[in-house]
């Protein structure tokens, strides 16, 4: 009789237990590490930016991110320099999403305008993110970059027609040492605030560049930082004056 009550038994306590998944550790709950962290120098600034991770650590969707934390500390000459010692790092910048102050956003990318650099110092950057309930993500991937000496930029003129602007330029100079690459050219809505990516996606050789991507009734604002390489970095100058351009209206 104990022997078929054991067996009865053993189904009633499955059953009332329930089927679950597997247990998820908290490690994997926590957001995704960053892994497109970059730094570039464009005119006095260092602008770092990194897109949103859109999956925790262990795959499932992300939910209920708050924010980040930016950490930047100056890279020390061989024999001085220490990556993993406490104080190595400080923090930057702290964003928090429901309200981003001092931080830009650029298509999918957040970006921060660093102005606290040293001609001839090499900083680094590393950044984490950060959910409403307070769990950290590991820490992204570090940005790298040299603060170096800007080419002078270049004065712009600009002319319209009935198929586009077109914008000339001259008196770029790249610095010591540093040889010219070309020119970028940002363009904004005259009602927009401020410029992001540029149009052309490789520096533009010639002193000319034609944009024929307007619309009739639209006002534009330009402006052009000239390219060079200075001791084996990359860098844009200070933007140019800026210029207001339209389509011609029709005799």
Partial sequence: MNKILIILCVPLLLTACGRTGPLIPPEALVPAAVTDLRVEQKGADFLVSWSRPTEEKGGRSLKELAGFRLFKREVL????DCEDCPSAYRLEKSVDLEFPEGIGIAGTRYVYADADTVEGKTYRYKVVSFKK?????????????????LPRPPVVTLSSSLNGVTLKWSGAQPPAGGRLEGYVIYRKRESETGYANPLNSVPEKGPAYEDKRVEWGSRYDYVVRSVAVVDGETVESAPSNEVRGALSEPE
């Fill in 133 to 149: 309930d307070g769990t950290v993500s590991p820490q992204s991937n570090k940005g790298t970059r040299k603060r170096v000496a």
């Fill in 77 to 80: 000459p061989p024999g001085e």
